[in-house]
Structures are given as C-alpha cells and as structure tokens.
C-alpha cells in the first residue's frame, strides 16, 4: 500500500512540493498531532416510525420506547447505495473543513453492509468525490467501525504517512434486517457520518486527538452477526429462505457487555490521557439503545446533560451512530470549540472503542 500511495503522491504537484514522502520508512520520526477539522452527515428523507412498526410486526410503540428510547429510524430508498450516503457525508464533512478532493490522500469506511464484497466502499466514494490522490479502503469493525477508522487514520497521520484523512461510517442496514423479526427490526436504520482528520499544529489548547482505544473479543461473534453470503454459509436458495443474510442477535447478552466494555474502554482512556471525568465537556456514546447509554454515562459519573443523544431519531445505525452523533452535536452548537469530547462505542466482533478529543 505504501507503494500504490508513493505513486500516487508522484502524480500530484501538491504533495511534490510538499515533501511528503509515503515510502520513506527510513528517517525517525516525531510522532505528530492529528487535528479534526470537519465533520459532515447525511441521513435519508424516509422516516419509519414506530407506528409504523406496530403495522409490520407484533410490537408497540411504548414496548420500542421504553425497551430502547427510539421513536423513528431513517430507511435508504431501494437504489440508495452505502457509497451514495458516504459520499454525502464525505462532501458535507470536506465542505466543513475546506478542503478540496486533491488534498485528501487517505479514505477510510467503516462498514458492514458494503456496496459490493470488492472493491471496496471506499474507492466507490473516491470516485465520487474525485479524491484523485487517496488511497482508499474499507474497514469492517461494526457499530465500532468509525472509531477504528480514526484510530487507523490517526496512526498515518502521526507518522507522517498522510496528511490528510476522510473517515466514513456509512450503513444501509435496512437491507440486511429481517423486517419480520421483531426482536431485531425495531432497532436499525440507515444513515452516514464523516469526518476530515489533518496533521495539527501541536500548540495545546489547538484540536488534536488526545487518545484512542480500540478493542474485539472474537469469542463472541455470535452475539450478534450476519450468519450467511460470506464463506462460511454461501449464498443458495435454502439459506436465503431461511434469511440467513439478515441481523441474528443475543439482544440481552450484548447489552450486557455493550454496558460493561463502552465504561471500560472509557475510563481506560481517561487514566491514559489524565482527563478527569468532569473534564469531559460531551460524551458521544454508540447510538444503540438510551438504556446502554444512560447505564455508561452513570458509570462514568457523567451527568445526563453532557451526553449526547439522538437514537430517538434515527436509531441504530452501526458504525454511522457515533459519526452522525459527533456532526449533529458540532453543527448545532452542543460542542464547540476546544471542547474534550469523549466518543465510545461497542459492537460485533465483539469490538469496541472510544476517543477523546480536544475539537
Ligand atoms: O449496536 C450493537 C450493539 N447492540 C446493542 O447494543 C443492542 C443491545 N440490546 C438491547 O438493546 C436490548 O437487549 C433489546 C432492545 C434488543 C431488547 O430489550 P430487552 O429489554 O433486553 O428485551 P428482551 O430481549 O429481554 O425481551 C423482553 C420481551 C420478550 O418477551 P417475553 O419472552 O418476556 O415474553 C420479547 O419477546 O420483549 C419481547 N420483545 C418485544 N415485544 C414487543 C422483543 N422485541 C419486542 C418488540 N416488541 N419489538
């Protein structure tokens, strides 16, 4: 990969005379600063309330609302790509930072429902944005996914190996729910969140990501996983029929451990970075379920008022939650300027992760 971002660095006049050299693994080098500069989402125009709901499947809207805190979710129309939600999100997170798309040289999406199994998500997006110097490929860590795309392009943008990063969580999960399960369906939606990481200045008091945690236990896979269309089941007749390509979930079992590992990896960054808990100007928490959240913010000892919540409104849209979350809350004003803010997440795999970052 260092290879395939060397060339591409040579095509570009920019990069040339700006001295970044994505093969030089020779000279030591200064861990440096990783600033976030723009954020951007995008959700689709279709709301599916719970009434809604109450009209497919066996449930109400007070068991949705009292059980999970959601009282809408957004649906992608049916040629709605993944891509196409990126790449809103992408735009709208470049245009808050005012970058153009020869400056970005790195594209990371986080996703579990991916345009097509190759290529990748990421260079269906490059292409739309027209990210002509990028490198881009897709992770797969579930609803953890955007924090391990910040952490990865975090660890590039700190050695020196690109400057510039656009991260993406984009899901359209409504294509792989069993809208015949209630149990499963009631919870998911669809949506996109972006963000623009560039190398910082170091000066303190500047943004800067000050610390991130990444974590999986694959014991646990089964928890909560697409069983079917990969190797392991192939796609056939039977195992459609048996719609083994939709969302299988231990809901109890995994908002158990969602409670006990978002308040683990969260605290194990506030020792690492010396933050205090009341430094914390806004925790953005994984978008699953407002119990989950209510339990880690308790946990934390962080009050309900500096914890940002939109799961009534869109639901649980996977690795976009944190993302979309982190956008709202910086476009209306909830975190501002040289706020701490502290993202944690959880999801498959088992996987999760948090950030803390000075905006
Ligand atoms: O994003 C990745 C992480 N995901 C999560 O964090 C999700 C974690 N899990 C959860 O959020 C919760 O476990 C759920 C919201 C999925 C379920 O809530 P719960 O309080 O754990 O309910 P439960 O699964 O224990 O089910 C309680 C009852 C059952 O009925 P019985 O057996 O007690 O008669 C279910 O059949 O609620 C029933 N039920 C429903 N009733 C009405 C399950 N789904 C529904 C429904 N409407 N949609």
Known sequence: MDYVLMCQYR????HRENKVDMNDLTKPFKRLPVALIGTGSYVPERRLTNEDL???VDTSNEWIVTRTGIEERRIAAPDEKTSDMATQAARRAMESAGVTPEEIDLIIVATVTPDTFTPSTACYVQANIGAVNAAAFDISA???????ALKTAVQYIGCGQARTALIIASEKLSHIVNWEDRSTCVLFGDGAGAAVLRSGTGIEGDSAVLASDIGSDGTLTDLLMVPG???AIPTTEENIQEKLYTLAMRGNEVFRYAVAHMKDSALS????TGIKPEDVD??????ANLRIINAVAQRLGIPAERVFVNVHKYGNTSGAAVAIALDEAVSTGRARKG???LLVTFGAGLTW????IRL
């Not at 579930?142 to 924090?147: D, E, I, P, R, V």
């Open 229 to 231: 269309g990969g190797s």
């Open 11 to 14: 095509q570009c006049r920019k």
């Open 339 to 341: 706020d701490i803010i």
């Open 282 to 287: 806004l925790v953005i928490p994984h978008q």
């Open 269 to 272: 960054l506030i020792e690492r």
């Open 353 to 356: 992760s948090s950030a803390a």
């Open 54 to 56: 109450e009209k497919m």
């Open 142 to 148: 579930a609803c953890s996914g955007f924090l391990f």
